[in-house]
């Protein structure tokens, strides 16, 4: 009753087409550009379930990427008033529409991996500012479904210790990847043999990289990445 009364105060709109009732109606959903192939995250080309290419794999690196949409349009507007106006009931109303395609790869990963899933994690003071962290709301409503039973998702084992500024003010990709140089640091007490890394939106990949980089410096074997939308 409550959700229905500050419904009729503060109706939703759709940020698309302005459609009553919904901050994204079906349409326009439809609408937005997706991800259409599986591609190694270095080179870009077409690969078996986004698994980075032998040739292509690195030490420290993204060994697979998975994403659903396209960071352009709509769902740029859509991620940028849920992130820094605190319309959080935006994300989550993105987040309920089904994305079968793309659990199907997340299912072979699950069986290939069973990888420990670890939201990228925000500095405290960020949060505070925020209210919330998008990564972990993306990963308990995707992962915590029995859509993906042979994943555990209870660990975290990283923490932002630098409170960087927001990187999609810096365009230039080597800046952005010396500034988040050292932001993130290992805390868990147990290593997982292998890691699925869970963010919003993936652009220059410096964040995720660097995620892996601290990951796989502390004994982590695999670590895959997934990502509301890719840039």
Known sequence: ??????????????????????????????????????????????????????????????????????????????????????????????????????????????????????SVPLHPQRIKERGFNQSEIITEHYFSS?????????????ERKINTKHLANITNKYK???YIKGAFAFTGKDIPKSVLLIDDVITSGSTILECSKVLKENGVQTVLAFSLAKG
């Open 1 to 118: 009753m409550k959700v229905k009364l500050l419904d009729l105060i503060f109706p939703k709109f759709c940020l698309g087409c302005g459609y009553v009732g919904a901050y994204l109606c079906l349409p326009c959903e439809l609408k937005m550009k997706k991800v259409k192939k599986t591609c190694c995250f270095y080179c870009e080309k077409p690969s078996l379930f986004g698994l980075t290419h032998p040739k292509c794999r690195q030490k420290k690196g993204i060994d697979g990427y998975l994403s659903i949409y396209l960071y352009e349009g709509l769902f740029k507007k859509l991620l940028h008033e849920s992130k820094y106006k605190g319309a959080y009931g935006i994300l989550r109303t993105l987040l309920r529409f089904p994305q079968q395609k793309i659990f199907q790869n997340l299912d072979r990963w699950s069986n290939l991996f069973k990888p420990k899933i670890i």
């Open 146 to 158: 029995l859509i993906y039973t042979n994943t555990n998702h209870d660990i975290n084992c990283l």
């Open 176 to 178: 952005r990847k010396l």
